[in-house]
Nanobody
Framework: QVQLVESGGGLVQTGGSLRLSCEAF????????MAWFREAPGKEREFVAH????????NYADALKGRFTISRDNAKKMVYLQMNSLKPEDTAVYYC??????????????????????WGQGTQVTVSS
């Protein structure tokens, strides 16, 4: 009944920008820690960014700091990922994920795949060189 749906992916040239969206359906959302992960061909799914449910605290993968920005709009039940200065190595399927409602943990905790119980179907981002 509860689901996450990503959108906004597409094809972009190196140096370009994309804004991904994730919409939560049939859930409360406002107390849910949210994150973005990505999975490139032949690689493990990896952490991209997290945003806390309470105070808006954010955390990013080290390699992505300064290029990617995560944000949320609780009234719209949406979470976003603004991606700038895109590189070919950013090519991947990007997934939205939800962790335990109301839980506060460390940055490390929220960077782990095992901390999330609900995932979207993903949206493809392709960066051409």
């Amino acid at each position: 009944q509860v689901q996450l749906v990503e959108s906004g992916g597409g094809l972009v040239q190196t140096g370009g920008s994309l804004r991904l969206s994730c919409e939560a359906f049939e859930g409360t959302f406002s107390m849910v820690p949210m994150a973005w992960f990505r999975e490139a061909p032949g690689k493990e799914r990896e952490f991209v960014a997290h945003i806390h449910w309470s105070n808006g605290q954010v955390n990013y993968a080290d390699a992505l700091k300064g290029r990617f920005t995560i944000s949320r709009d609780n009234a719209k039940k949406m979470v976003y990922l603004q991606m700038n200065s895109l590189k070919p190595e950013d090519t991947a399927v990007y997934y939205c994920a939800a962790a335990r409602p109301g839980y506060s943990g460390s940055d490390y905790y929220f960077s782990q795949i095992s901390s999330y119980w609900l995932w979207g179907q993903g949206t493809q981002v392709t960066v051409s060189s």
